[in-house]
């Protein structure tokens, strides 16, 4: 198989990997899309790794529609999907790999604590930890552990990660001025998303991961994980903002069902509109993931905004 480019590359592996916290909308359904024709285009490996971490929140009913709305548009997963809510001996494992090169700390503080108005944030949204445990005695840990279960921090140096995203272009962060300490494993003993991605992309050895721009400011941690897990980190493509024709962001929680397309929806006609919304075809009509897969190219992927055809959008 090869693309317009002739490049082959049977080792590259691609994944999808949905929080299953509810319904995916078309937006993740194109980032799943473009992470299969990427990989396929090049004679590589798919996998779809269920991020049900947060177990109360991710119902097995929701990551089973998923499952089966890739299914139906054909792009199962090469390997039996991994589930993230099963690999807690595994995180633990790598926990210890990554005690031994980086420091762990725990950390007490409250939400409360944290969310002052005058704490820094970090460019998503997220407070910038201040370090205030970086430096507890032991007396003052075993204090503080009697009163409340502490969630671990990994403590960042400070350096600048840079990578070159397929999309974005050269990003650079600086662990401790824009990330600062970030958190490893939460108090309730849940593995954190950034940790268990990291490990997971390494392990399963990902060399590419295809997910929406939102997640551009987790890649530098994630890839300075890698490194200490030793893994090689994958190359990224954060795909832009996804929106519905008339420009409005897509949201899990209002109703815009990947499951509802397919059930409404010849495969091939969803293929070929998501091809359209993505640029990878001049005029919306039905197409197969196999035509699509020979034709792919990330040089046609839009870099702005994706809008989506009002055929995609719930009426
Ligand atoms: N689980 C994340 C989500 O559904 C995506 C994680 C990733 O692709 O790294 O938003």
Redesign the pocket.
Known sequence: MTNEKGRIDKNCVG?????PSGEMHAG?LL?AFLAYLSVKSRGGKFLVRI?DLDAARCPRSSAQKILHTLHRLGMDSDEPPLWQSERTNFYSEKEKALRSVARVYPCFCTRAQLHTARAPRMSDGGVLYNGACRNLTREQTERLRALHSPCERVAVPDCDVTFTDGIAGNVTQNLARECGDFILRRSDGVYA?QFA?AAD?GESGVTE?V??A??LS?APR?IWLMQLLGYAPPVYYHIPLVCDASGRKLSKSEGDSAMRLVERMPPESILGALAFAAGLTQKEKPASLNELVREFSWNKVHKDTILLPPSLCQP
């Open positions: 994944r999808f990997a949905p929080t993740n980032c991020e998303y991605v992309d991961v997910r929406g939102d997640l987790s994630q």
